[in-house]
């Protein structure tokens, strides 16, 4: 069985940076996709960066590029999102996901995503 936990959100004021992290109890951390997606209020969820579990292959949205860095530590079986430049638009719930896949595969897409961690918030005003 697979968990994942978020940390780090909170509010900031435009142009900060918030770093969210996500835990992942796997023992098999090494072989899962793992991605950040976000959803603000009335909106669809929005895939936001994805990695492989080596850290190869990272994959950002348009909408996020050149601000966010989404990275890993395997030893620590953790995920993070290093959010730079924030603007009132990236104001939602955060949540990671995972799913087993091939080495150096990239899965951007929510629904082919088998474990969610809780979410959390993020507010920039």
């Known amino acids: 069985h697979v968990q994942l936990v978020e940390s780090g959100g909170g509010s900031v004021l435009p142009g900060g940076s918030l770093r969210l992290s996500c835990a992942v109890s796997?023992?098999?951390?090494?072989?899962?996709?793992l991605g950040w997606f976000r959803q603000a209020p009335r909106m669809n969820r929005e895939g936001v960066a994805a990695?492989?579990?080596?850290?190869?292959?990272?994959y950002y949205s348009e909408s996020v590029k050149g601000r966010f860095t989404i990275s890993q530590d395997t030893a620590k079986n953790t995920v993070y999102l290093q959010m730079n430049s924030l603007q009132p638009e990236d104001t939602g719930v955060y949540s990671c996901?995972?799913?087993?896949?091939?080495?150096?595969?990239?899965?951007?897409?929510?629904?082919?995503?088998?474990?969610w961690g809780q979410g959390t918030q993020v507010t920039v005003s």
């Open positions: 990695i492989y579990a080596d850290g190869t292959n990272p």
């Open positions: 996901a995972a799913v087993s896949c091939p080495r150096g595969v990239v899965v951007a897409a929510a629904d082919q995503y088998e474990h």
């Open positions: 796997a023992s098999t951390f090494r072989i899962h996709c």
